[in-house]
């Protein structure tokens, strides 16, 4: 008998009880994050701040000049972009400053330039597919545009994100995308920077992954800064 | 010449193990100082005592509901991996899934595997399989590299080096890595450790990780990490092997979604940790990163045996949160090694003897006062104390009494002084005229009560009989009433 017929012919003869499966969702019916967009947002950035990620709040048209006023500021010496409407967009945004960082696009198989990606990539940008605010949480969706390395191997990573896809809670986000008819080949919940309390106890960034999380927060209209910077925010 | 691989069992000499570690007064100021912050996050964690009090009910609840059906989930989890171009292979013991990952490692002639926090990989020992073969095995998580440095084993599930000051650290680095300054600077001894691994990752043939929930509705393995090694490991080499415990696949995605929360919340009183991982497949045509090869490995090692019994199968609702050592007064005063054994603690205590037998278990049952603080911060609400009872209850039974879910080593801790003290103790209630007798000559012989008794007067003054018996006392007062 293999080792699958045994273990599966041990687990079938153990005694059988019928139970059925608990409502999930009413549980977080019960225990709903207020559905309040500014409040949301304002958590949202609570949360994220409190574990080091920096917030640059911006919108759909200004976002490539916020992202080049970050790159005047912070001088990275190279930029991984993907090769889409976003990543170009930065690119143009970015060469009409007076010192622009190396930029690359991922273009071809990792294989062929890991080496290049963990020396000489100092920063990446990415989008985001959505966020969550309970947790103060972006959700990735790698993909073949934007593989998984760009948010894991550069020490800086840029996120992309469009406000309005900010859910309450990690089920609302899960339940409402829908993301059981098909989930890809990886995708991320993000939560800050890497770090670690390995020694001591003693928090530290950037233990493997990025040391540093930037947000690009596109608000819609309606939404200004000031709103959700206000006392008590 | 035939060389017969010696086994250890140093879980065999937790008495002794535990006796060291009291002594120990560097040990148990780290501990001490470590338990106490992880149990005020943890309580930070869950400010609402009637949410936390729902959540942990609709973990039970789900791990409940998930086990009912863990063979048909397993099989659904291996259909949709497979699927998804997963490899899923099975294992019953340690030595098959050993086989197994040297298998895949040396079809690529690989020589050097970075691995992410799995406690399953230290429970199959496989670092020294590996070795043994020539593939190096790199442990990547910051407390695990350390760990390994020191030639130690981790001291606790979520925290491998809990038990580790920084100047001891410090002192590690210098010594062990090259051209390495010495530094107490937390930050620096982090950027050292980072830099080094980052090179692993880079070279490495093969990742190795573990797997917190293993989710069998669309064949997905779910990580948690705060690190981004678990990322690494399962991302940049060409192969990535996942290996876990039969008892960790849920049923449904959306599972996962309180049952990680309740994780974090009691493992470090973190709302969230920084990745949550859900890997799905290998590279797809079109990718450009990740690996091309994925496999998983299923383990059992024990676990069936838990699962036949409808008691002792609540002990595969844990998901290692590691709340159950942080509460604990033994573990927080004696810490991981004493036990022994890969699962230190309560949980350790109750899962052990599955995995090791009785008969190389028998004093963790007993590593209890029975307070009921595992109980009553286990996420999953696993009646702890009363798995430790049932466990206790096993390991007296005596090795040749037929029952339907017999134990590995059942009877391991059976002792014929024990024994025949319990057959005289029942004759002695048995019949009310030796009753009596017994207990008239108990308080009249008081002078002989032996000073040592056992394990009794280790800790505590000898018992000596009252100079009457109860029966007497009363019968004495009831006279009294009746003159006045
Ligand atoms: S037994 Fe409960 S408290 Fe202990 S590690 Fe498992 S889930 Fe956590």
């Known amino acids: ?233 | 010449m035939n060389s017969q691989p010696v086994t250890l069992y140093p879980s065999r000499q937790f008495k002794d193990n535990a006796r060291a570690a009291l002594a120990d007064t560097e040990l148990r100021g780290s501990l001490r100082s470590a338990m106490d912050f992880l149990m005020a996050k943890r309580s930070s964690a869950f400010p609402d005592t009637d949410e936390l009090d729902a959540l942990r009910t609709l973990g039970e609840a789900i791990r409940q509901r998930c086990l009912s059906r863990l063979p048909e989930l397993l099989e659904q989890l291996e259909e949709r991996l497979t699927a998804n171009g997963v490899t899923v292979h099975w294992a019953e013991t340690p030595a098959q899934a050993n086989a197994i990952i040297h298998g895949l490692v040396a079809a690529r002639n690989g020589t050097l595997m970075v691995k992410g926090k799995s406690m399953v990989s230290e429970e199959i020992e496989l670092n020294h399989h590996l070795e043994a073969h020539g593939i190096q095995a790199l442990e990547s998580d910051m407390g695990e590299y350390i760990v390994q440095m020191a030639g130690e084993k981790p001291t606790h599930i979520i925290m491998p080096a809990i038990h580790k000051t920084k100047a001891q650290i410090a002192r590690l680095f210098h010594e062990k890595l090259p051209d390495t300054p010495y530094t107490e600077d937390v930050d620096a001894l982090i950027r050292i450790g980072r830099n080094a691994l980052r090179e692993a990752y880079l070279q490495a043939d093969v990742g190795l990780s573990g797997v917190n929930f293993a989710v069998a509705e669309t064949g997905t393995l779910c990580l948690v990490e705060n690190e981004g090694n678990g990322r690494m490991c399962t991302t940049v080499p060409d192969l990535h092997i996942a290996i876990t415990g039969i008892e960790k696949v849920v049923e449904k995605l959306e599972d996962v979604v309180p049952l990680y929360s309740l994780l974090t919340r009691s493992a470090i009183g973190q709302p969230i940790t920084t990745y949550f991982n859900m890997i799905s497949g290998p590279r797809r045509p079109g990718e450009k990163d990740g690996p091309r090869e994925v496999h998983l490995v299923l383990l059992d090692n024990g676990r069936s045996q838990a699962y036949a019994d409808q008691q002792l199968r609540k002990t595969l609702q844990c998901i290692r949160c590691g709340a159950c050592m942080n509460h604990c007064p033994v573990y927080s005063r004696i810490g991981g090694h004493a036990y022994g054994t890969t699962y230190p603690g309560p949980i350790g205590e109750i899962i052990s003897p599955h995995l090791l037998g009785l008969e190389n278990t028998r004093d963790l049952p007993t590593a209890s006062s029975l307070c009921g603080a595992c109980g009553e911060v286990c996420p999953v609400r696993i009646p702890i104390p009363e798995m430790l009872m049932r466990l206790r209850e096993e390991s007296q039974r005596p090795a040749g009494e037929a029952v339907d879910h017999p134990l590995r080593g059942q009877g391991a801790a059976a002792s014929t002084t024990e024994a025949l003290a319990w057959r005289a103790w029942r004759r002695v209630y048995a019949s009310p005229g030796t009753y009596r007798l017994f207990g008239w000559s108990a308080t009249r012989l008081r002078a002989l009560t032996p000073p040592t008794q056992a394990g009794w007067t280790q800790n505590h003054v000898p018992m000596t009989p009252a100079p009457k018996t109860l029966h007497e006392l009363v019968r004495e007062r009831e006279a009294r009433r009746k003159e006045s």
Not at chain 1, 199 to 210: N, R
């Open chain 1, 1 to 233: 008998m293999s080792a699958r017929e045994s273990i599966l012919a041990k687990l079938r003869a153990a005694p059988k009880t019928a139970l059925a499966h608990p409502d999930i969702a009413a549980h977080y019916q019960r225990f709903p994050f207020p559905d309040d967009p500014v409040g949301k947002l304002r958590h949202w950035a609570r949360m994220m701040r409190s574990v080091k990620t920096e917030i640059l709040w911006t919108d759909a048209t200004h976002w490539p000049e916020a992202l080049a006023e970050w790159a005047d500021h912070r001088r990275p010496a190279s930029l991984l972009l993907s090769d889409t409407p976003h990543g170009h967009q930065a690119a143009a945004a970015l060469a009409t400053r007076p010192t622009v960082p190396a930029l690359r696009y991922f273009d071809s198989e990792l294989d062929g330039w890991k080496e290049q990606l963990f020396h000489d990539v100092e920063a990446a940008f990415t989008r985001v597919r959505c966020g969550i605010a309970a947790t103060g949480t972006l959700v990735l969706w790698p993909d073949a545009q934007e593989p998984r390395t760009m948010s894991l191997v550069p020490p800086i990573h840029i996120a992309l994100f469009d406000t309005t896809t900010l859910h309450g809670d990690f089920h609302s986000a899960m339940h409402q995308e829908n993301w059981a008819a098909g989930m890809p080949t990886n995708a991320v919940l993000v939560s800050g920077p890497s770090k670690t309390a390995d020694i001591q106890l003693t928090l530290a960034y950037g233990a493997h992954g990025p040391r540093d999380l930037v947000v690009l927060a596109m608000l819609p209209d309606g939404i200004s800064p000031a709103m959700l910077e206000e006392e008590g925010a």
